[in-house]
């Protein structure tokens, strides 16, 4: 099984950053295509904020492209989502997710709060 830790959230006024990590205790990372997801307060479903495959093609939503990066450092089995230029609209529990075929594992979250 993978078990996903995340860290880095926190507080932020707009326009800040935050860089959030998940690790996994798993010794096959590197074959798990890994994303990023968040569910907003009061939303009753997680979307997709970036991803990137076990081969290290990555995706981003709309609402996030240029302000975001997500990366991988299979060595130390984390993955990384940079947040640059943070907007009010990006309040949110984010979670990590690493899937492969069937296989679909979840962290517990980490908050992320934009207000001024």
Do not use: H
Not at 38 to 54: D, N, W
Request: hydrophobic share 30%; charged share 15%; proline share 3%.
């Amino acid at each position: 099984q993978v078990q996903l830790v995340e860290s880095g959230g926190g507080s932020v006024q707009p326009g800040g950053s935050l860089r959030l990590s998940c690790a996994a205790s798993e010794s096959i990372f590197s074959i798990y295509d890994m994303g990023w997801y968040r569910q907003a307060p009061g939303k009753q479903q997680r979307e997709l904020v970036a991803s990137i495959s076990s081969g290290g093609n990555t995706n981003y939503a709309d609402f996030v492209k240029g302000r975001f990066t997500i990366s991988r450092d299979n060595a130390k089995n984390t993955v990384y989502l940079q947040m640059n230029s943070l907007k009010p609209e990006d309040t949110a529990v984010y979670y990590c997710n690493a899937n492969r075929y069937f296989r679909s594992y979840w962290g517990q979250g980490t908050q992320v709060t934009v207000s001024s």
